[in-house]
């Protein structure tokens, strides 16, 4: 139980954000679709303390018809910068991706990133599975990950509360690759936000 605690504080401190319903107009998601040329892929995102090792985020990219990151109750779209329908954000361009990975990487936290690539059938699902999932109330950003992870992987995955636990089942699908980003800023990331370009994060 108090690891429990302990994990759920973790992952309060990071996001910062309520089960809030946003949906943007099919408009705005239309003009922000991005279609990376890369492989139809799902990219785990693990945000884990580096003073204890705990998880504190989990989030999934999703390159398919489009590219879109679920963000569960996550904060890095706080200022409304990008068109989002609950916790799915929409228009992840690889200036986007950047930004994102570095907005949660910092003195206190790294970022475990795990890529796998899919049929597009599994990439449509996914999709599917996101938008079908929000919005999402703080704390449970692992079990809304690890849901949509079970949907695809049935019978490999299972549904967890903790981020590691779902990054290391992520981990056990053949084909998944990995790498861990560090950096060393401060621990108030609200300058990534404040210095990002949103027109430049459209054209790149």
């Known amino acids: 139980m108090r690891s429990l605690l302990l994990a759920l504080c973790a992952v309060l401190a990071l996001s910062g954000c309520a089960a809030e319903s946003v949906w943007s107009s ?30 504190a985020h989990s989030a999934l990219m999703i390159n398919g018809a489009q590219r879109v990151i679920f963000d569960p109750a996550g904060s890095f779209n706080s200022l409304r910068t990008l068109p989002e329908r609950n916790d799915v954000l929409y228009g992840i361009t690889p200036h986007v991706e950047d930004v994102y990975t570095r907005y949660h990487a910092r003195k206190t936290f790294h970022v475990r990133i795990q890529r796998l690539d899919v049929s597009p059938e599994l990439a449509a699902k996914a999709i599917h599975l996101a938008e079908a999932a929000g919005p999402v109330p703080n ?10 992870l079970a949907g695809l992987f049935p019978g490999k995955i299972s549904t967890s509360w903790f981020p590691n636990k779902t990054a290391d089942a992520f981990a056990r699908i053949p084909g998944v690759t990995e790498e861990t980003l560090y950096e060393y800023d401060s621990d108030d990331n609200s300058g990534v936000l404040a210095t990002w370009d949103p027109a430049r994060a459209r054209v790149n």
């Not at 408009?27 to 003073?51: C, K, Q, S, W």
């Not at 704390?139 to 949509?148: L, V, W």
């Open 139 to 148: 704390a449970a950003c692992s079990m809304a990950t690890s849901r949509i």
């Open 26 to 55: 099919d408009e705005e998601v239309t003009r922000a679709a991005y279609r990376h040329d890369g492989p139809p892929r799902l990219t785990l995102f693990t945000m884990i303390n580096n003073n204890n090792g705990s998880g």
